[in-house]
């Protein structure tokens, strides 16, 4: 069992960063791949990054390549995603989640657990 908890959500102004992170509970944290996805509204979710449980490879949706960068850090239970240069199109509910498979981390069907998600707001 993992629970995760995202903060850092808020509103910022386009061209702008923000850095997301997710605390996660369990002594097992680094037996995980650690996802990021993202919902607007009347969106459908979709992947933003993952990192693997060590942190050896990351994977980005093409979206936020050069802007966002995915990190974990396995002593504290935490990953985090860094976003740079901001656009109002990336304005959604972030979520973080944790994934047991080995494999297509960008299917949201793999995670097993999600956090509630913080809010990214992106002003023109």
């Known amino acids: 069992q993992v629970q995760l908890a995202e903060s850092g959500g808020e509103l910022v102004q386009a061209g702008g960063s923000l850095r997301l992170s997710c605390a996660a509970s369990?002594?097992?944290?680094?037996?995980?791949?650690m996802g990021w996805f993202r919902q607007a509204p009347g969106k459908e979710r979709e992947f933003v990054a993952a990192?693997?449980?060590?942190?050896?490879?990351?994977y980005y949706a093409d979206f936020v390549k050069g802007r966002f960068t995915i990190s974990r850090d396995n002593a504290k239970n935490t990953v985090t995603l860094q976003m740079n240069n901001l656009k109002p199109e990336d304005t959604a509910l972030y979520c973080c989640?944790?994934?047991?498979?080995?494999?297509?981390?960008?299917?949201?069907?793999?995670?097993?657990?999600w956090g509630q998600g913080t809010q990214v707001t992106v002003s023109p």
């Open positions: 989640a944790a994934s047991s498979y080995n494999s297509n981390w960008g299917d949201p069907r793999r995670y097993a657990y």
């Open positions: 369990g002594r097992t944290f680094s037996s995980y791949v």
């Open positions: 990192i693997t449980w060590h942190g050896g490879n990351r």
